[in-house]
C-alpha cells in the first residue's frame, strides 16, 4: 500500500481496532432471544453508542424497533454545506452453530494463521471498526469532509425487518447523499471489489400433519401416512435432478454477464469434497448471482439417537428461497407457498408460514459515487483496479433505502471475501483486508467532498 498520512494512520491504529473487535465479538448478539439472552445484543447496541460518542457523533441513540430489537444511530456533522453519507453496518451475528467444531471458541476473537476467527469478525462487526477506522483516519487528516450518519442494525440476521419497518416510519433519519453498506466483500483477498447486486430472500416454514400422534411402525407402518416421508417428497421437489431450484411459476434460467467465478476457485471456496459435484447448471457466477436458489434450512424431526420405531404425526421445516434483482420476493414467497402445498402427498394438511423476507437489490455502478471508491480502492489496493460481482445472500435494507430515497447513491463493500466463511463454523477476517478497506473507505469519503 503507498505511503500516505491515511494509510499510516490506520496502520498506526490496527492494535486497537483488535482490542476493540475483540470486545465486540465477545458479545452473543443473536438476535434470536428464544435462544440467546436479549443483554447480550442489548450490551452489543451499548458498545456502539459509547463508541460512537467517544468519536464525537452526536444525537446518539438506541432506536428501539418493531421486530423487538435495537439499532444504533448516531450524526457526525461536517464543514457546512458538505454532502450527507450514511454508513451502515450490523452488530448482530447468526447462531455459532456446533460449537464444538470451532477450532477456537466462537466469541473469543482469536488470531491464527495471520487471520481473527471469531463469530461477527467479519459479518458485520468488523464492518462496524472498519468505518470507525475510516473516520479516525480522517480526523488526522484534515477532518472528517462530509456529514456523517451511522445506523448498526440489530436484526440484519434475522431478516425480520425492523429496521426497515423503522425507517418507513421516520423517512428523514436515514436520509443521505450516499449510502455505504459496510456488510458485503471483496470477491478473493486483495482483489478490491464493490457489490453491483444482491439476491432477495423469503423464509417460509411448512408443516405437514397426518395422524392425531405417533403410531407404532410394525403395526401400523405401509398404510398409515408418515409426516416425516410426506415432507421428505415435499422438499424433493424443489430441485430438478441435477439440483437446479424449481418452484412451480418462478423462472429460474438467468445469466451473470460480468465478473466470473472460476469452478475450480469455487469448489476450494465452498470446501466441496472430492468427487462431489456441484448442483445445478449454467456458470457458477449464473446459479449464486443471477437464478433463484432454495435450501432447507432445518428439520424438526426425532434425532438417530433415542428414535423410536414411530410412524411420524407431524415434521416441519423452515426453507430459504434466495430470489434475483428482477423478481418480486413477495410474489416469490406466493409461489412457494403454493408449491409446497400443492405437492403435498396423500392428502396431508400442510401449512406454510411466512417468517422473513428481502427484497433483490441493484446498485447503479456508473454513478459519481462509484467513481470517487474506483479511485479509493485504486489507491488502497496499489493500482488495482475495482471490480463488480454479485452476491447471493440478501441485505433487505437496501431497496428500503433505495426506496426512500431515490436520488441516493448506494454502495456496498466490506470484509466477507470467502475465506471469511461467514455464516459457518470458523468465521474470519484477514486483518490486511480490514486495513485496506478502512484506508478505502476514508480515501473514498475524501474524494466524494471533493467531487461536491
Given at each position: 500500500m503507498p505511503s500516505n498520512p491515511i494509510a499510516e494512520t490506520v496502520a498506526s491504529l490496527m492494535p486497537r481496532a483488535k482490542a476493540e473487535l475483540t470486545e465486540l465479538v465477545a458479545f452473543k448478539s443473536v438476535a434470536d432471544f428464544e435462544q440467546y439472552p436479549r443483554s447480550e445484543s442489548e450490551a452489543a447496541a451499548s458498545w456502539v453508542a459509547d463508541a460512537l460518542r467517544a468519536e464525537g457523533f452526536q444525537d446518539v441513540a438506541l432506536l428501539d424497533t418493531p421486530d423487538g430489537t435495537q439499532s444504533v444511530y448516531g450524526f457526525l456533522p461536517g464543514p457546512?454545506?458538505?454532502?450527507?453519507?450514511?454508513?451502515?453496518?450490523?452488530?448482530?451475528?447468526?447462531?455459532?452453530?456446533?460449537?464444538?467444531?470451532?477450532?477456537?471458541?466462537?466469541?473469543?476473537?482469536?488470531?491464527?494463521?495471520?487471520?481473527?476467527?471469531?463469530?461477527?469478525?467479519?459479518?458485520?462487526?468488523?464492518?462496524?471498526?472498519?468505518?470507525?477506522?475510516?473516520?479516525?483516519?480522517?480526523?488526522?487528516?484534515?477532518?472528517?469532509?462530509?456529514?456523517?450518519?451511522?445506523?448498526?442494525?440489530?436484526?440484519?440476521?434475522?431478516?425480520?425487518?425492523?429496521?426497515?419497518?423503522?425507517?418507513?416510519?421516520?423517512?428523514?433519519?436515514?436520509?443521505?447523499?450516499?449510502?455505504?453498506?459496510?456488510?458485503?466483500?471483496?470477491?478473493?483477498?486483495?482483489?478490491?471489489?464493490?457489490?453491483?447486486?444482491?439476491?432477495?430472500?423469503?423464509?417460509?416454514?411448512?408443516?405437514?400433519?397426518?395422524?392425531?400422534?405417533?403410531?407404532?411402525?410394525?403395526?401400523?407402518?405401509?398404510?398409515?401416512?408418515?409426516?416425516?416421508?410426506?415432507?421428505?417428497?415435499?422438499?424433493?421437489?424443489?430441485r430438478a435432478e441435477d439440483g437446479s431450484t424449481t418452484v412451480d411459476g418462478l423462472e429460474g434460467d438467468g445469466v451473470w454477464d460480468g465478473l466470473q467465478y472460476a469452478e475450480d476457485d469455487f469448489r476450494k471456496d465452498a470446501k466441496v469434497l472430492d468427487g462431489v459435484g456441484l448442483i445445478g447448471e449454467g456458470t457458477v457466477a449464473d446459479r449464486i448471482w443471477a437464478r433463484p436458489a432454495v435450501t432447507v434450512l432445518g428439520i424438526d424431526c426425532p434425532p438417530v439417537v433415542g428414535a423410536t420405531p414411530s410412524v411420524q404425526a407431524s415434521a416441519r421445516a423452515l426453507i430459504s428461497l434466495r430470489v434475483p434483482p428482477g423478481v418480486d420476493a413477495a410474489e416469490a414467497t406466493k409461489l412457494l407457498r403454493a408449491h409446497l402445498e400443492a405437492h403435498t402427498p396423500w392428502g396431508a394438511r400442510v401449512r406454510t408460514e411466512q417468517i422473513g423476507q428481502g427484497q433483490a437489490f441493484r446498485a447503479d455502478t456508473t454513478s459519481p459515487a462509484y467513481e470517487a471508491m474506483a479511485a479509493a480502492l485504486r489507491e488502497a489496493y496499489d493500482g488495482q483496479e475495482m471490480q463488480a460481482s454479485g452476491m447471493g445472500g440478501s441485505i433487505p435494507l437496501c431497496n428500503t433505502l433505495a426506496a426512500l430515497y431515490p436520488e441516493a447513491e448506494i454502495l456496498l463493500i466490506g470484509l466477507s471475501e470467502p475465506e471469511a466463511q461467514i455464516h459457518a463454523v470458523n468465521e474470519s477476517v484477514s486483518p490486511e483486508e480490514l486495513e485496506r478497506m478502512s484506508v478505502a473507505e476514508a480515501l473514498f469519503l475524501q474524494r466524494y467532498a471533493a467531487k461536491g
Amino acid at each position: 500500500m503507498p505511503s500516505n498520512p491515511i494509510a499510516e494512520t490506520v496502520a498506526s491504529l490496527m492494535p486497537r481496532a483488535k482490542a476493540e473487535l475483540t470486545e465486540l465479538v465477545a458479545f452473543k448478539s443473536v438476535a434470536d432471544f428464544e435462544q440467546y439472552p436479549r443483554s447480550e445484543s442489548e450490551a452489543a447496541a451499548s458498545w456502539v453508542a459509547d463508541a460512537l460518542r467517544a468519536e464525537g457523533f452526536q444525537d446518539v441513540a438506541l432506536l428501539d424497533t418493531p421486530d423487538g430489537t435495537q439499532s444504533v444511530y448516531g450524526f457526525l456533522p461536517g464543514p457546512a454545506g458538505a454532502p450527507t453519507v450514511l454508513l451502515y453496518a450490523h452488530y448482530d451475528v447468526q447462531p455459532p452453530l456446533d460449537e464444538a467444531s470451532w477450532d477456537t471458541p466462537p466469541f473469543e476473537l482469536t488470531e491464527r494463521a495471520g487471520r481473527w476467527y471469531g463469530r461477527g469478525s467479519a459479518d458485520c462487526k468488523g464492518g462496524v471498526i472498519m468505518h470507525l477506522l475510516a473516520l479516525r483516519a480522517l480526523k488526522t487528516d484534515g477532518g472528517v469532509p462530509v456529514n456523517v450518519k451511522f445506523i448498526a442494525e440489530g436484526s440484519e440476521e434475522q431478516g425480520t425487518g425492523g429496521l426497515e419497518r423503522y425507517a418507513e416510519a421516520h423517512p428523514e433519519l436515514l436520509r443521505a447523499d450516499t449510502i455505504v453498506i459496510g456488510d458485503a466483500g471483496n470477491f478473493r483477498v486483495g482483489l478490491p471489489t464493490v457489490t453491483a447486486t444482491l439476491r432477495g430472500m423469503t423464509l417460509v416454514r411448512v408443516q405437514i400433519d397426518t395422524l392425531e400422534g405417533n403410531l407404532h411402525s410394525g403395526q401400523f407402518g405401509g398404510a398409515a401416512p408418515d409426516a416425516l416421508a410426506a415432507l421428505v417428497r415435499v422438499l424433493d421437489s424443489l430441485r430438478a435432478e441435477d439440483g437446479s431450484t424449481t418452484v412451480d411459476g418462478l423462472e429460474g434460467d438467468g445469466v451473470w454477464d460480468g465478473l466470473q467465478y472460476a469452478e475450480d476457485d469455487f469448489r476450494k471456496d465452498a470446501k466441496v469434497l472430492d468427487g462431489v459435484g456441484l448442483i445445478g447448471e449454467g456458470t457458477v457466477a449464473d446459479r449464486i448471482w443471477a437464478r433463484p436458489a432454495v435450501t432447507v434450512l432445518g428439520i424438526d424431526c426425532p434425532p438417530v439417537v433415542g428414535a423410536t420405531p414411530s410412524v411420524q404425526a407431524s415434521a416441519r421445516a423452515l426453507i430459504s428461497l434466495r430470489v434475483p434483482p428482477g423478481v418480486d420476493a413477495a410474489e416469490a414467497t406466493k409461489l412457494l407457498r403454493a408449491h409446497l402445498e400443492a405437492h403435498t402427498p396423500w392428502g396431508a394438511r400442510v401449512r406454510t408460514e411466512q417468517i422473513g423476507q428481502g427484497q433483490a437489490f441493484r446498485a447503479d455502478t456508473t454513478s459519481p459515487a462509484y467513481e470517487a471508491m474506483a479511485a479509493a480502492l485504486r489507491e488502497a489496493y496499489d493500482g488495482q483496479e475495482m471490480q463488480a460481482s454479485g452476491m447471493g445472500g440478501s441485505i433487505p435494507l437496501c431497496n428500503t433505502l433505495a426506496a426512500l430515497y431515490p436520488e441516493a447513491e448506494i454502495l456496498l463493500i466490506g470484509l466477507s471475501e470467502p475465506e471469511a466463511q461467514i455464516h459457518a463454523v470458523n468465521e474470519s477476517v484477514s486483518p490486511e483486508e480490514l486495513e485496506r478497506m478502512s484506508v478505502a473507505e476514508a480515501l473514498f469519503l475524501q474524494r466524494y467532498a471533493a467531487k461536491g
